[in-house]
């Protein structure tokens, strides 16, 4: 099967960074979907259908963590799982993403191979490592 993917991030280089990473991890993707703050990313899901949403936290607008709240008041999309990809690491803020309804988080900086076991580990997925082809310049970060 494959997922419809959200990625929520101020940072147009950072979505670039995760649709890459995304697609040349081997998780199994239809559709990636981008927006730049939680606002437009509410925008996003009422006209497409996302089966799993990434979302930095620190973000103009609507931060990642309002989002989330907002997200997960819909009945719609109550189980849609939302994974934080933040500098944010304190445990006081991952309590509150968890308790929020985030399904897990990755901290900034992270690695490919972080991504694709959060992707895996979220949708069910086994987790086969794939080859990640290291000579594209584009997943220097």
């Known amino acids: 099967m494959a997922y419809n993917i ?3 991030d101020d940072s147009l280089p950072m979505r670039g960074i995760l649709k890459r990473i995304i697609n040349v ?16 990313a509410l925008e996003v899901i009422d006209r497409e259908w996302c089966d799993l949403i990434l979302t930095d936290y620190n973000m103009p607008v609507m931060n990642g963590l309002d989002f989330l709240i907002e997200l997960k ?9 939302v994974i934080m990809v933040t500098t944010e690491g304190s445990e006081r ?49």
């Open 73 to 81: 008041k819909n009945d719609l999309y109550r189980d849609v799982p």
């Open 93 to 141: 803020m991952v309590k509150k993403f968890m308790e929020n309804g985030a399904s897990d988080y990755v901290k900034k900086p992270f690695t490919p191979e972080a991504i694709r076991k959060k992707l895996n580990k979220v949708m069910g997925e086994t987790d086969d490592e794939p080859e990640f082809d290291d000579s594209d310049e584009d997943l220097d970060f």
């Open 6 to 8: 959200l990625i929520v």
């Open 25 to 40: 991890s081997g998780f199994m993707v239809g559709q990636i979907f981008e927006a730049a703050n939680g606002k437009a």
